[in-house]
C-alpha cells in the first residue's frame, strides 16, 4: 500500500457543480495534513490545512477521518479558475498524492 | 519578505555527469525538503533537512544527496545522471513539520 493515496481522477465537472476528493493515509502516527494546489509547471501551493474537527475557508471544506485514515476536500460551486491538480500532503512524511486533477467546465 | 527560491530555473546535462541545484528558503524557516516531480506525477519526497542534518529519506538511490547550511539554505547534488533524473525538482521550506511552501523548480533535462 502507498504511504499517501488520492482518487486518481480526472474530474471533469460543470460549473458551479460540487466536487469532493479523497486521500487515505497508511501511517496512523501521522499528525498533520494540508491540501495544495498546483497549476500547469507551476509550483504546489499551500491550499488549506487539515484540522481534526474539519476546516472550512470560503467555498472549501477539509475533514479529517483519523479512524479510517483518510483525508477529504470538497468544493462547492465549482469556478473555472478552481481547475488544477489538488494534491494531500501527509507532513510527518512529506508525502505527497500522486494528485487528482480537477477540470471545472462552462 | 522572499519566497523560497531555487536556482537555476532550467538545466540540461549530459547522462553520466553530476548537477548542483540551489534552494533558499524563506525566511524563518529552518526545514528545506526536496522533491522529484516527473511530468504527471506528484512530486516524490527525495529528503529532508533540519539543523543540518539529513531527518527523511525518501526511495531514491546514494547518487542523490544533500547538504544543508548553517543560514538553512540546502543543496541538491545527483551523480552519474540517468535520462530518467530529468524532471522537476522542487524544494519546500518549512518550520518542522509545519506547512510546506515551494520553489519554482528547478527543470532538469538529462540528454
Known amino acids: 500500500r502507498k504511504e499517501v493515496e488520492q482518487d486518481p481522477g480526472p474530474f471533469n465537472v460543470p460549473e458551479g457543480a460540487t466536487v469532493a476528493f479523497n486521500c487515505t493515509y497508511s501511517?496512523?502516527?501521522?499528525?498533520?495534513f494540508f491540501w495544495y494546489r498546483q497549476d500547469c509547471r507551476k509550483e504546489p501551493k499551500l491550499l488549506m490545512s487539515?484540522?481534526?474537527s474539519g476546516n472550512e475557508d470560503g467555498r472549501f471544506t477539509a475533514q479529517l477521518n483519523r479512524a479510517s485514515q483518510y483525508i477529504s476536500l470538497l468544493i462547492r460551486d465549482s469556478k473555472l479558475s478552481d481547475s488544477a491538480t489538488y494534491l494531500c500532503v501527509v507532513n510527518n512524511d512529506m508525502r505527497f498524492g500522486a494528485g487528482t486533477r480537477l477540470t471545472v467546465k462552462p | 519578505d522572499a519566497g523560497v527560491t531555487q536556482s537555476p530555473t532550467h538545466l540540461i546535462k549530459t547522462r553520466g555527469q553530476q548537477v548542483t541545484l540551489r534552494c533558499s528558503p524563506k525566511?524563518?524557516?529552518?526545514?528545506v525538503s526536496w522533491y522529484q516531480q516527473a511530468l504527471g506525477q506528484g512530486p516524490q519526497f527525495i529528503f529532508q533537512y533540519y539543523e543540518e542534518e539529513e531527518r527523511q529519506r525518501g526511495n531514491f538511490p546514494d547518487r542523490f544527496s544533500g547538504h544543508q547550511f548553517p543560514n538553512y539554505s540546502s543543496e541538491l547534488n545527483v551523480n552519474a545522471l540517468l535520462l530518467g533524473d530529468s524532471a522537476l525538482y522542487l524544494c519546500?521550506?518549512?518550520?518542522?513539520?509545519?506547512?510546506?511552501?515551494f520553489g519554482q523548480g528547478t527543470r532538469l533535462t538529462v540528454v
Open positions: 519546500a521550506s518549512s518550520l518542522f513539520r509545519g506547512e510546506a511552501f
Open positions: 525566511s524563518g524557516h529552518d526545514t
Open positions: 487539515v484540522y481534526s
Open positions: 501511517n496512523s502516527a501521522s499528525q498533520s
